[in-house]
């Protein structure tokens, strides 16, 4: 009942938990799962990279990463610090770049697998482009080219950006999602986009 993410690649499928990660096979077998490295952690979402695994910590305002075998490696803080009002605090891993929101900030973060900062992009506003409310955005993903995909909350819309941060389209909309004000956790498979919110 208290799963906050699901992450999978070839080998593995991990599942977070607010203080644990358990690892299984693509058979559902059980593998290995790792308690956090802090005592106060709140985990929140999870990426893949190759041999580590990326872990956004609410509670701490940080993010922490693993090997895959469950190795404390390192801390990534952000230049400005994370300011996380509420519980949004997605991560991706795409290109050899590691995309983070910073929602209180109203911007996504860009650091190297090693963590080193290497920019970012947005900026608050209702507008198309801009990320609105006090802390969007809350989910992120990317597509087969590259392209991260963020979703808010408040005003629920799906946009997507270049890697480099410009802003390209408005996916869905809030009428077109249902409406509502909570966001839509949003995935990338092929040439389709998959959209989980609404009990739907």
Not at 8 to 37: H, K, M, Q
Not at 46 to 74: H, W
């Amino acid at each position: 009942s208290n799963l906050r993410d699901i992450a999978t690649n070839n080998e593995y499928i991990y599942l977070l938990f607010p203080s644990r990660i358990e690892v299984y096979n693509p058979e559902g077998e059980w593998i290995r799962d790792w308690e956090a490295c802090s005592d106060q952690s709140d985990y929140c979402s999870m990426a893949i990279a190759p041999g580590a695994l990326l872990v956004t910590d609410a509670a701490n305002k940080n993010i922490c990463q693993y090997t895959s075998e469950g190795n404390f490696v390192r801390f990534i803080q952000s230049p400005d610090g994370f300011i996380i009002p509420s519980y949004s605090f997605g991560v991706t891993y795409t290109g050899g770049v590691l995309y983070c929101s910073n929602p209180g900030r109203h911007r996504v973060e860009k650091y190297t697998s090693d963590g080193k900062y290497l920019g970012s992009f947005g900026k608050a506003g209702d507008a198309t482009g801009m990320f609105c409310g006090c802390c969007n955005p809350v989910h992120l993903t990317y597509t087969s080219t590259g392209e991260i995909i963020t979703s808010e909350k408040g005003n629920p819309r799906i946009s997507c950006y270049s890697t480099d941060g410009e802003f390209r389209s408005l996916l869905l909309d809030n009428k077109t999602l249902g409406g509502g004000n909570t966001a839509f956790d949003v995935k990338i498979h092929g040439d389709k986009i998959f959209i989980a919110g609404n009990n739907m």
